[in-house]
């Protein structure tokens, strides 16, 4: 197996101005920003003239099942031989985790052995490096910064909720067509939606009891 890790600032550069003042917010805009870390684990498995070797098919689920394939992980193949037959079980074996193979296949660090395709997983994980973050002594800061630890708590939050940390990066697709029946329901129920004040006010008496 393989592992390669390749880190990805999101959003804005993490930078930490470091300092005998601490760390230094001097815009809206928190210099504590999510990171993403991308792992590889790749796995070569055997071919012959048909598709996967014999037994080949059930070690590479064993594998899947050991890795616990989830929504968020990406899975290619890495195969000079363009063996569509091998593709066709690949995919197969992925679907049953309800993924999809990608095209986008990563570079990992030893080229493919013939007669072998290489299998690789890609996963993301989003986190905010050096939160929390007290470094700056504000009784001592006369620039009017921000807090050393702004930012902190929603980037972290937003780390730690978002489903494909990849969209943290790139984003995620719009759909290709839209569903204008779909848009207009919302828009058709805010328009035939009572005003709050039609039915009048209700009277409140002012005595105790």
Not at 88 to 114: I, R
Not at 160 to 171: E, I, K, Q, S, Y
Request: neutral net charge.
């Amino acid at each position: 197996m393989i592992k390669t890790t390749i880190l990805f600032a999101s959003l804005a550069p993490a930078l930490l101005l470091a300092g005998c003042m601490g760390t230094q917010n001097q815009g809206i805009e928190s210099v504590h920003q999510p990171v993403v870390a991308r792992t590889d684990y790749a796995l070569d498995v055997a071919t012959s003239g048909s598709g996967l070797a014999a037994g080949e098919d059930r070690r590479l689920a064993g594998w899947m099942d050991t890795m616990r394939l989830g929504y968020g992980d990406r899975i290619a193949i890495d195969d000079p031989s363009g063996h569509m037959r091998v593709r066709s079980e690949v995919a197969e074996l992925v679907a049953g985790y309800g993924l999809l193979l990608t095209n986008d296949t990563p570079v990992t660090q030893a080229p493919v052995t013939p007669g072998t395709v290489r299998v690789v997983v890609s996963r993301m994980h989003a986190s905010v490096p050096g939160c929390p973050d007290w470094s700056l002594d504000s009784a001592n800061d006369y620039n009017a910064n921000t807090s050393s630890n702004y930012g902190c708590a929603v980037n972290s939050n937003l780390a730690a909720m978002v489903a494909n940390p990849g969209d943290l990066v790139r984003g995620a697709a719009g759909r290709e067509t839209n569903d204008a029946a779909q848009s207009f329901k919302a828009i058709d129920t805010y328009r035939k939606k009572a005003p709050t004040g039609a039915a009048g006010l209700t009277a409140a008496g002012s005595g105790a009891k």
